[in-house]
C-alpha cells in the first residue's frame, strides 16, 4: 500500500508540473496575441519553431546539424523563412538558398544592424568595453579602416609583398617537416597547418615578432579553442584559460617589441586610427584572428581531402610540375624550387578550384543581422511549391541568420552536395538554383558580402596554394594507418571554417629529386 500511495503521490507531481507548464505557455501565448501588432495586408508572420526548454529554446537541436535543422522546419512549414528561440533570442532562419543572400541588398540592409555580430564579438570574444567598441565602430574609424585594408591587403603590388613573404617563411620552415627520402616522419596534422599558416600569415600582415615568439603561437591556440565559449557567454570558470591567452596577445599587442617589428599595414594603423591604445589592441587581435582562424583550418581540410583523393592530389602536383618546369626552362641553371609570383599562382586554377570546394564542405558560418525596424521581405521564389508571392513580416529586435551551408549544400546547385570534386569550380561554371534562376554572385560565399566582403579572401585564395603547391613539391604524404578524415567539432560552429572534431596523424617523406 505504501509504495502505491508513493507512486500516485508522484504521478500527481509530474500532472501538477506538466500542467503548469501548459498553463505557462498557454498565457504567453494569450499576451503574445493580445500585444501582437497589426499586420500589414496579405503578410504573415514567419511559422515559429516551438521549444519546450526555457531560454535555451531549439538551440541544442540546431546545434546537432544546424543545415539539417534549416531544411527540416523549412519543409515541415513549407516557408523560406521561420524563426526559433536560440539562447533567449528569436532568430530567423532562411530555408530557401534564393533568399539568402538578401541581408547584403541595400533593399534590406537599411532596416539591419550590419555589424551587430561584430561588436558582439568585440565584446564578448576580444573583451572590449563600450568604449572600445563605439571607437571601432565609429564612421571615422570603418572608413580609415578600409582604405587601409585596400591599400597594404588588396591591392595587388602590396599583397604581391606580403604573398613573398609568405613564401620566404614556407620555403625556409617547410623543409624541417621531413628531411630523409627513405623514413616517413610523423606529424600531428592539424597542429602542423595551424603553425606554419599562423607563423607565415601573422608576419607579413601583423609583426615578425609573431613569427620568433613561441609563447604568442601557444596562447593564440589556447584563445583560438575558447572563442565560440566566449562568444556564447559561457560562464567564466569555462573560459578562464581563453581569456588569460588573450590578457597575453593584447599585451604582446601593445608591447615595444611587437610595434617595432610591426607590418607596414600595423604600422599605418597605430599611427592612423582615431582610437585608444586599448580600442587599438582588441581590434588588432580581431584582424589577426580574422586572418588566421578561417586559412589554418581551410588550409587543413583541403590538404587532406587532397592526400585522400589520389587523382585528384596526382593532377594538381602535375599541374604545379609543368609550371616549375616552364620556370626552369625560362631561368636556365635554377635547380631549386622557384619563387613563385601572383602570376604563378594564378595559374595554379585546379588548387584554386580545390580550395573554393573545401570552403563550400566546411565554411561554418553564420552572417547575423539584427533587425533595427520592422520591415517585409517578398518572396517570389517557388520554395514552397507555390506559385503565388508571399509577405512576411520580420520583427525589429529579433536577428536574421542566414546559415550559408544551406546553399553550398544544396543538391539542386551542386551535383553530389557532400562529394570533394576539386575541380569543381575550373573554368567559372555558371550556378542557378532550383528556380532556374541564375545565380549572380560566386555561389560559395565565404568571406561575407557586399561592404562587408572580406578584403583578405584574395590574400588567403593565394596563401594555400602556395603552401599546398609547396608541400606537394617537396614531399609524399600520407594519413598514418588506421587514420580516418575526423568529421568537424560541432562545438565550434558558427564562426568561420570548422575546425575537426579530433587530431590525425599524417606521414611525411621528402620526394626523390
Not at 531544411?71 to 523563412?81: A, D, I, R, T, V
Not at 587532397?306 to 610540375?321: N, S, Y
Request: with cysteine.
Amino acid at each position: 500500500m505504501e509504495d502505491e500511495s508513493v507512486e500516485a503521490t508522484r504521478m500527481m507531481m509530474i500532472g501538477t508540473a506538466v500542467a503548469a507548464l501548459l498553463l505557462a505557455m498557454a498565457i504567453s501565448r494569450l499576451v503574445q496575441w493580445l500585444f501582437s501588432k497589426t499586420l500589414p495586408p496579405d503578410t504573415v508572420r514567419p511559422p515559429h519553431v516551438q521549444s519546450w526548454i526555457p531560454y535555451l529554446g531549439s538551440a541544442i537541436e540546431m546545434g546537432k546539424d544546424v543545415v539539417a535543422f534549416i531544411c527540416h522546419y523549412g519543409k515541415q512549414f513549407q516557408s523560406p523563412l521561420f524563426t526559433a528561440t536560440i539562447v533567449g533570442e528569436t532568430c530567423v532562419f532562411v530555408a530557401d538558398p534564393e533568399l539568402m543572400n538578401m541581408v547584403f541588398k541595400p533593399k534590406y540592409a537599411r532596416y539591419l544592424d550590419s555589424y551587430s555580430l561584430q561588436k558582439d564579438f568585440v565584446t564578448n570574444v576580444l573583451g572590449g568595453t563600450p568604449k572600445d567598441v563605439q571607437q571601432n565602430f565609429h564612421t571615422d574609424t570603418i572608413k580609415i579602416g578600409g582604405k587601409q585594408a585596400n591599400h597594404f591587403i588588396l591591392n595587388r603590388d602590396s599583397m604581391g609583398v606580403s604573398v613573398g613573404k609568405v613564401q620566404d617563411y614556407f620555403q625556409k620552415n617547410i623543409p624541417e617537416l621531413a628531411t630523409s627520402t627513405n623514413i616517413w616522419t610523423s606529424h600531428s596534422m592539424f597542429s602542423m597547418v595551424y603553425q606554419a599558416v599562423f607563423k607565415a600569415t601573422a608576419g607579413p600582415l601583423v609583426s615578425d615578432y609573431f613569427v620568433q615568439d613561441e609563447s604568442s603561437w601557444e596562447a593564440f591556440q589556447v584563445f583560438d579553442k575558447g572563442v565560440i565559449p566566449l562568444f556564447n557567454k559561457l560562464p567564466s570558470f569555462l573560459t578562464t584559460k581563453a581569456r588569460q591567452a588573450r590578457s597575453s596577445l593584447i599585451q604582446t599587442l601593445q608591447s615595444k617589441a611587437f610595434q617595432d617589428q610591426a607590418s607596414p599595414l600595423m604600422k599605418a594603423r597605430i599611427q592612423e586610427l582615431p582610437v585608444s591604445p586599448s580600442a587599438l589592441s582588441k581590434a588588432n587581435l580581431g584582424l589577426m584572428f580574422a586572418s588566421v582562424g578561417n586559412s589554418a583550418p581551410a588550409i587543413y581540410w583541403c590538404l587532406l581531402r587532397l592526400m585522400e583523393d589520389p587523382p585528384a592530389w596526382e593532377a594538381c602536383r602535375a599541374q604545379v610540375q609543368a609550371l616549375v618546369l616552364q620556370k626552369k626552362q625560362t631561368d636556365a641553371g635554377t635547380t631549386t624550387t622557384p619563387t613563385f609570383t601572383m602570376d604563378d599562382l594564378d595559374q595554379m586554377t585546379l588548387l584554386e578550384s580545390a580550395f573554393w570546394e573545401t570552403l563550400r564542405l566546411y565554411q561554418g558560418n553564420f552572417t547575423a543581422r539584427r533587425i533595427t525596424e520592422d520591415f517585409v521581405v517578398e518572396t517570389t521564389t517557388t520554395y514552397t511549391n507555390k506559385q503565388q508571392p508571399k509577405k512576411y513580416l520580420l520583427e525589429k529586435g529579433s536577428r536574421i541568420m542566414p546559415f550559408w551551408a544551406v546553399l553550398h549544400y544544396d543538391p539542386n546547385i551542386f551535383s553530389n552536395p557532400k562529394q570533394f570534386q576539386y575541380d569543381r569550380f575550373v573554368g567559372k561554371p555558371q550556378f542557378t538554383f532550383a528556380s532556374g534562376a541564375k545565380i549572380n554572385f560566386f555561389p560559395v560565399v565565404a568571406f561575407g558580402g557586399g561592404e562587408h566582403l572580406c578584403p583578405g579572401r584574395k590574400f588567403i585564395s593565394y596563401e594555400a596554394r602556395l603552401l599546398l603547391a609547396l608541400l606537394m613539391l617537396n614531399f609524399d604524404m600520407r594519413l598514418a594507418e588506421g587514420e580516418t578524415i575526423p568529421g568537424i567539432d560541432l562545438t565550434n560552429i558558427g564562426v568561420g571554417v570548422c575546425h575537426p572534431e579530433r587530431e590525425v596523424k599524417v606521414e611525411i617523406k621528402r620526394r626523390q629529386e
